[in-house]
Protein backbone atom coordinates (compact mmCIF):
# COMPACT_ATOMS: atom_id res chain seq x y z
CA UNK A 1 0.00 0.00 0.00
CA UNK A 2 2.45 2.88 0.94
CA UNK A 3 4.07 1.67 -3.11
CA UNK A 4 0.52 2.84 -4.60
CA UNK A 5 -0.43 6.00 -2.39
CA UNK A 6 1.60 8.76 -1.20
CA UNK A 7 -1.29 9.09 1.25
CA UNK A 8 -0.10 5.50 2.76
CA UNK A 9 2.94 6.42 5.03
CA UNK A 10 4.99 4.81 7.98
CA UNK A 11 3.58 5.62 10.76
CA UNK A 12 5.32 8.15 13.58
CA UNK A 13 5.67 7.38 17.11
CA UNK A 14 4.62 3.64 16.12
CA UNK A 15 6.50 0.06 14.95
CA UNK A 16 7.42 1.57 11.12
CA UNK A 17 7.42 -2.05 10.39
CA UNK A 18 3.72 -2.67 11.46
CA UNK A 19 1.99 0.65 11.51
CA UNK A 20 0.69 3.04 8.37
CA UNK A 21 -0.28 6.10 8.71
CA UNK A 22 -3.13 7.24 6.21
CA UNK A 23 -3.61 11.08 5.02
CA UNK A 24 -7.16 11.38 4.33
CA UNK A 25 -6.50 14.21 2.21
CA UNK A 26 -5.06 13.26 -0.76
CA UNK A 27 -6.34 10.44 -3.85
CA UNK A 28 -6.81 7.74 -0.96
CA UNK A 29 -10.05 5.78 -2.76
CA UNK A 30 -12.14 5.87 0.26
CA UNK A 31 -13.33 2.30 0.21
CA UNK A 32 -9.30 1.40 0.60
CA UNK A 33 -9.65 3.60 4.09
CA UNK A 34 -12.37 1.59 4.90
CA UNK A 35 -10.82 -1.48 4.31
CA UNK A 36 -7.74 -0.48 6.26
CA UNK A 37 -9.67 0.09 9.01
CA UNK A 38 -11.91 -3.11 8.77
CA UNK A 39 -8.92 -5.49 8.73
CA UNK A 40 -7.28 -3.56 11.57
CA UNK A 41 -10.13 -3.79 13.98
CA UNK A 42 -10.15 -7.40 12.57
CA UNK A 43 -6.82 -7.86 13.77
CA UNK A 44 -7.33 -6.66 17.15
CA UNK A 45 -9.94 -8.50 18.05
CA UNK A 46 -8.64 -11.61 17.17
CA UNK A 47 -5.66 -10.81 19.49
CA UNK A 48 -7.89 -9.62 22.09
CA UNK A 49 -11.51 -11.09 22.95
CA UNK A 50 -12.65 -14.80 23.90
CA UNK A 51 -13.84 -16.74 20.97
CA UNK A 52 -17.35 -16.46 21.93
CA UNK A 53 -17.05 -13.04 22.51
CA UNK A 54 -14.80 -12.36 19.33
CA UNK A 55 -18.03 -13.99 17.34
CA UNK A 56 -20.47 -11.45 18.92
CA UNK A 57 -18.21 -8.52 17.90
CA UNK A 58 -17.42 -9.71 14.27
CA UNK A 59 -20.89 -10.37 13.81
CA UNK A 60 -21.57 -6.69 14.66
CA UNK A 61 -18.91 -5.74 12.33
CA UNK A 62 -20.23 -7.64 9.50
CA UNK A 63 -23.58 -6.02 10.27
CA UNK A 64 -22.42 -2.31 10.21
CA UNK A 65 -22.01 -2.60 6.60
CA UNK A 66 -18.11 -2.28 6.74
CA UNK A 67 -17.07 -3.12 3.20
CA UNK A 68 -15.47 -6.86 2.90
Not at 2 to 31: M, Q, S
Not at 38 to 43: K, M, Q
Request: charge should be positive; proline fraction near 6%; charged fraction near 35%.
Amino acid sequence: MRERYAEAEPACRFNKKHWTGIRTTGDLPHACIREQIRRSCLLVLEGVAPRARREEIRACIEKSGLPE
